[in-house]
T-cell receptor, first 113, second 118 residues
Framework: DSGVTQTPKHLITATGQRVTLRCSPRSGDLSVYWYQQSLDQGLQFLIQYYNGEERAKGNILERFSAQQFPDLHSELNLSSLELGDSALYFC????????????FGPGTRLTVL | AQKITQTQPGMFVQEKEAVTLDCTYDTSDPSYGLFWYKQPSSGEMIFLIYQGSYDQQNATEGRYSLNFQKARKSANLVISASQLGDSAMYFCAMREAPGGGGADGLTFGKGTHLIIQP
């Protein structure tokens, strides 16, 4: 158990819909990262937050957005969903001042029908 | 160009043998970090080992070691005395220096599917 929690574990929805994925980092970790793992694209970095502020953007679509709240949990919002958005979405966190280790949560498997 | 290349899509290895999983990387940043993760069939990503570009010695964590050859830009994972539970996907990843056009987000290779046979 990495200490990173993600909910829900599975999510099935329809095209055009909007969903929110939730992540709680390990206790004390200020950095949160979101990744997408799909068969087509492999594992891709989407976005990073540090202590409530966006720090870096990767290959995140404009239809996707994220935020980190004062209690440090983070949410990834996916809108106007397409079939190709079906993937495993991971959240990871890293300790303050040490990005040598990123601990991954169990992931949320999103299926868009 | 791919930043992380894992040339072995799949490997079969006998139990108790040592395994080397290949990883080459491409970066112009002098400061970077290299990671290996294990993903069993259950799907979670398990951190195995980290090597910084300035680390003088190869990283080791239990049965895992990282054969870091900076000039060749390779960071192979070595698993000693393989076990059936080592069967999984293994991903090599890189973090380039933040603020240098990079971010703390990791860039992953496509992975190697390792199967340990009894």
């Amino acid at each position: 158990d990495s200490g990173v929690t993600q909910t829900p574990k599975h999510l099935i929805t329809a095209t055009g819909q909007r969903v929110t994925l939730r992540c709680s980092p390990r206790s004390g970790d200020l950095s949160v990262y979101w990744y997408q793992q799909s068969l087509d694209q492999g594992l891709q970095f989407l976005i990073q937050y540090y202590n409530g502020e966006e720090r870096a953007k990767g290959n995140i679509l404009e239809r996707f957005s994220a935020q980190q709240f004062p209690d440090l949990h983070s949410e990834l919002n996916l809108s106007s969903l397409e079939l190709g958005d079906s993937a495993l979405y991971f959240c990871a966190s890293s300790p303050e001042g040490n990005t040598d280790t990123q601990y991954f949560g169990p992931g949320t498997r999103l299926t868009v029908l | 160009a791919q930043k992380i290349t894992q040339t072995q899509p799949g490997m079969f290895v006998q139990e108790k043998e040592a395994v080397t999983l290949d990883c080459t990387y491409d970066t112009s940043d002098p400061s970077y970090g290299l990671f290996w993760y294990k993903q069993p069939s259950s799907g979670e990503m398990i951190f195995l080992i980290y090597q910084g570009s300035y680390d003088q010695q190869n990283a080791t964590e239990g049965r895992y070691s990282l054969n870091f050859q900076k000039a060749r830009k390779s960071a192979n994972l070595v698993i000693s005395a393989s076990q059936l539970g080592d069967s999984a996907m293994y991903f090599c990843a890189m973090r380039e220096a933040p603020g240098g056009g990079g971010a703390d987000g990791l860039t992953f290779g496509k992975g190697t599917h390792l199967i340990i046979q009894p």
